[in-house]
């Protein structure tokens, strides 16, 4: 029968390991403070606060802050979290303040009377009264719900009217406002977001949605961006070719072409003074020739609102640059 070798050295080190890890373990739940009766020694432990010294006890049973249920995955969190909206900048009290529902019915669903539907219409008043204290919250309740009206009309995210919004706060905050029309400046602010965040929206598009008109909208652009000193890179005419490539539904083959004419037009600088969205809708409708797809110049007039004569002027500037360089290339 094999005997078994028993090290008493070892096992005196990893008793005295283990101890000294309780010890350690011990004093890391451990904190020490003053007492406010002896001055003694305070220990904090197990959620219990006491005096070494008097036994005086200052704390315990400790309010737990987090949430009363559990949750094991992350669907379980969001559908056991009762947490309010989070804060935006698209709301001018960033939505921190509360809302009376319009709906005159009871928690139970039952119609309020006629008495008690006139005590909340009186409180809804108020309620708005203090929300929108003076004219500078009341400008901005106006200005942001007209860039919200606007984005929501051509379909620009979320994110880059939160933009929109922090460039608006800021026109007011440096009194840019004096002298111009809310629209307008809320208009401008929403055509520098999308310049920034690089979304395929023109400022023709958004004086269509707008309630002023191109020439107002460009004259407060201008005067906001100088005013503000916001970077503005030149616009990108490559931003707008796949979203009226897929309004024209062309064909692939079509769309790599025309990115192809554009791409080069701008190493060349074609671009140069030249409107994105006439550039855009020219490399299109050359794209099409050149792999012989039926698309007319109405056609892509029609579905991109540029005139006919810019598309005949720009496709032929990029068909001849590429004309150009094709023959350079093969003599080369």
């Given at each position: 029968?094999p005997?078994?070798?028993?090290?008493?050295?070892?096992?005196?080190?990893?008793?005295?390991?283990?101890?000294?890890?309780?010890?350690?373990?011990?004093?890391?739940?451990?904190?020490?403070?003053?007492?406010?009766?002896?001055?003694?020694?305070?220990?904090?432990?197990?959620?219990?606060?006491?005096?070494?010294?008097?036994?005086?006890?200052v704390?315990?049973?400790?309010?737990?802050?987090?949430?009363?249920w559990?949750?094991?995955?992350?669907?379980?969190k969001?559908?056991?979290?009762?947490v309010?909206?989070?804060?935006?900048?698209?709301?001018?009290?960033?939505?921190l303040?509360?809302?009376?529902?319009?709906?005159?019915?009871?928690?139970?669903?039952?119609?309020?009377?006629?008495?008690?539907r006139?005590?909340?219409?009186?409180?809804?008043?108020?309620?708005?009264?203090?929300?929108?204290?003076?004219?500078?919250e009341?400008?901005?309740?106006?200005?942001?719900?007209?860039i919200?009206?606007?984005?929501?009309?051509?379909?620009?995210?979320?994110?880059?009217?939160?933009?929109?919004?922090?460039?608006y706060?800021?026109?007011?905050?440096?009194?840019?406002?004096?002298?111009?029309?809310?629209?307008?400046?809320?208009?401008?602010?929403?055509?520098?977001?999308?310049?920034?965040?690089?979304?395929?929206?023109?400022?023709?598009?958004?004086?269509?949605?707008?309630?002023?008109?191109?020439?107002e909208?460009?004259?407060?652009?201008?005067?906001?961006?100088?005013?503000?000193?916001?970077?503005?890179?030149?616009?990108?005419?490559?931003?707008y070719?796949?979203?009226?490539?897929?309004?024209?539904?062309?064909?692939?083959?079509?769309?790599r072409?025309?990115?192809?004419?554009?791409?080069?037009?701008?190493?060349?600088?074609?671009?140069?003074?030249?409107?994105?969205?006439?550039?855009?809708?020219?490399?299109?409708?050359?794209?099409?020739?050149?792999?012989?797809?039926?698309?007319?110049?109405?056609?892509?007039?029609?579905?991109?609102?540029?005139?006919?004569?810019?598309?005949r002027?720009?496709y032929?500037?990029?068909?001849e640059?590429?004309?150009?360089?094709?023959?350079?290339?093969?003599?080369?």
């Open positions: 029968m005997h078994t070798k028993f090290d008493s050295t070892s096992s005196t080190a990893e008793g005295t390991k283990a101890q000294s890890t309780s010890e350690r373990t011990d004093q890391s739940t451990e904190t020490t403070t003053t007492c406010p009766e002896c001055d003694g020694r305070l220990i904090v432990r197990n959620d219990q606060t006491h005096c070494e010294d008097c036994g005086l006890v704390d315990e049973d400790r309010i737990d802050h987090g949430p009363e559990r949750a094991f995955n992350a669907t379980e969001n559908e056991k979290s009762r309010g909206a989070p804060t935006t900048n698209m709301l001018h009290d960033r939505g303040s509360t809302t009376i529902d319009w709906k005159n019915k009871d928690g139970y669903g039952s119609t309020l009377s006629a008495r008690k006139q005590q909340f219409q009186r409180l809804r008043t108020w309620d708005e009264r203090f929300r929108t204290r003076d004219a500078t009341r400008n901005l309740k106006h200005a942001l719900g007209e919200d009206r606007m984005g929501s009309a051509l379909g620009i995210p979320d994110a880059t009217l939160e933009t929109a919004s922090v460039i706060r800021r026109a007011l905050e440096e009194d840019l406002l004096p002298g111009r029309s809310i629209e307008g400046m809320a208009t401008a602010a929403l055509n520098a977001a999308v310049r920034q965040t690089g979304v395929p929206r023109s400022i023709d598009e958004l004086a269509t949605v707008s309630r002023i008109d191109y020439l909208a460009a004259r407060a652009y201008r005067y906001l961006v100088r005013e503000l000193e916001l970077p503005m890179a030149p616009p990108d005419p490559l931003e070719l796949p979203r009226y490539a897929s309004a024209l539904e062309i064909t692939a083959e079509t769309e072409r025309a990115h192809d004419l554009l791409e080069g037009g701008m190493e060349a600088g074609l671009h140069s003074g030249k409107h994105p969205v006439g550039l855009a809708a020219a490399a299109i409708y050359a794209g099409s020739r050149l792999t012989g797809e039926t698309l007319t110049q109405d056609d892509v007039s029609d579905a991109i609102d540029v005139s006919k004569v810019t598309i002027n720009r032929q500037e990029l068909l640059h590429e004309i150009t360089t094709s023959d350079s290339t093969a003599a080369d």
